[in-house]
Each structure stands twice: as structure tokens, then as C-alpha cells.
């Protein structure tokens, strides 16, 4: 009745940014990811512990919309092992990388809650499974349950159960591959992925034309990665960053992610790719980039990153599969 699984978080290269379905959490569009290890968040869950759930991410005991999202999965996994009759659930979660920093900490938390929750309530490991879970607690979850590069594909059904995401290309496809995680800001986003997304949708002139171009995208990114062409998908993924935040500038009110220290790595990279180093950056609703490069340039990556005023700097390879790591 007790299990802990540990996830890593993951960066889109072709970014989602705006659900058709807010209640069930359903994109407009697909999207993939690099999973990214060392990076990681374990999560602890137990079922009939106590008299109410109990849900403490942090070390901090979660309230509000935090909370209901944990009990979301809770539930649903409740629902679909009630013979059991489980009672109520301790979940635990502590993540080695700063929360709400645009660094997507949720989407580890909600695969490695996914995966521990089910196995705690004694149902089969099953990817698939998994990530239909963490999509409902939050949408790139979905893509942290398996490693590697992974492809949310948004699907058609009206209830969500052909949104979930895929293994395109396993870690060791592509090891050579980095993204370097540039810590400029650690303050906290002010306005959240899921209301920063919602504003686009509602109000951007932008958001058809993105959207329209989106699974387009996916299936260049995917032949980028099969070829190893690192150049195309690093031009690749920097459009994409930008054409996803150019949706929230022009909406209303505008929002900005870009803080000065953003604008001088960004600008940094573009310069140093004029000398042919292979630097790109990917920025999501945060103002921290991240730096596409390749095992070669990672140690030149984060020098140019520090010396743009980053505070902290996280070199990252590919991660492997979200996995339980003890059976009660
Ligand atoms: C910019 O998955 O955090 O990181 O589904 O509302 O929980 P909710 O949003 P979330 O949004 C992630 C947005 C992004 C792009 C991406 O990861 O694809």
C-alpha cells in the first residue's frame, strides 16, 4: 500500500502552450520533450494512512488548487482500484531543483506521483496508463513518465484517453545531446504556465497561427532527432521558444517571462554562433533559458551562462524512465 517513484523533469523542444479542455487537461496541440536527468523529484504515496489525505510537496503541507490537483490523481486512481478500498493517502513529494521557477519541477512531481500511486494501489505498471494520470494533474507530466525524447500527441477523443504521451527516441538514442539549465532568476513566476496559457488562448491574435503550425512541428523535431542534426533542431526549438512566447506578448494584458538576464543569454548565444559554436537556448513561461548544445560545448555553455549573471547552472543529459525505486 506504500510505494515512492522518482520522475525527472522534462523541456519541450516543441512547446505546448494552450489546452481545448481545461477541465481534463487536453492541449491544442502536440508537443515533445527531452527528459532530463540529473535533475529529479521523489514522490512517496500510502494508501490508509490516517484519517483525511495528506499531501506535503517540499516540505511544506500543500493547500488550494495544489492540493486538488494531487487529489485529482489521488482519486482517479482510487476510483480505478475501488475493490480495494484504499482510504484515504499520504503523499510525500521533494524535488532537488527550485519549484515554480519555469523549470517544469510539476511535471517530475506528477509523473513520479502517477507512477507511485498506482503501484501503491497495487494496479500494473503501464506507461501509458501513467501518463493518462499525470496529464490530470498537470499537462507536460504526461511526457516525464517515460525518458528520453517524448511526443504528447493531443488527440482527438473528447475524453482525453488518446492524449497522452510517447517514447520516440530512448536516452541512449542521442547521449551526446545537453541542455543546460541557466538559473538567472530563482524568484518565484508571477503568473503560472496554466493562467499565462489560458490568457494566450483567449486573447492573442497569435495563438491560431501557432497552433496551426504545431504538429508540423513535431514531425520536423522528430526527423531532426532521428538524423542527430543538431543545428536544425536547434533552430528549431529557438523558434519555437520564441514563437510561443510571442503569443503571450501580444495577448491581453501582455505578459512578459523575459527578465534582463534572459535577454543577455539569449543574445550571447546568437553571438557565439556566429563563431560556430552550437548553442541554442529554449525559454519556458520562465525567465530562465536553457542552452541546446552537445557534450563537446556543455562546459563552454555554462561559462557563457555565468558570465551572463546565471547563479546556478545545471548540466543536464538525457534522463531515463519515471521508476519505482522501493516496493512496501
Ligand atoms: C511552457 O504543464 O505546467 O512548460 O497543464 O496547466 O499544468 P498545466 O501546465 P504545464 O505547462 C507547461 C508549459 C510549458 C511548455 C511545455 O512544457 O510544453
New binding site residues.
Partial sequence: MKATALAHPNL?LV???GKRDDAL?LPHQS?L?LTLSPLSVRTTVAFGEGNADAVELNGYVAKGSERDRVLRVLDTVRAEAKERSLGPARMVSRGDFPASAGL?S??AGFAALAVAARAAAGLPADPRASSLLARLG????CRSVQGGLCEWMRGERPDGSDSYAVQRFDEKHWPELRMVVAIVSRDEKEVK??DG?KNAVETSPYYPAWVKDAEAEVVRARDYIARKDLQALGDMCERNAWR?HATSLAADPPLCYLMPGTLALIHSLREQRKKGVPVWFTL??GPNPCILTDAAHEVAAEALARACGATEVVRCVPGGDARLLTEH
Fill in positions: 519541450a512547446k505546448y502552450w487537461i508537443s520533450s517544469a510539476s511535471a498537470s499537462g507536460s507530466a504556465s496554466r496559457m510561443m519556458d513561461a
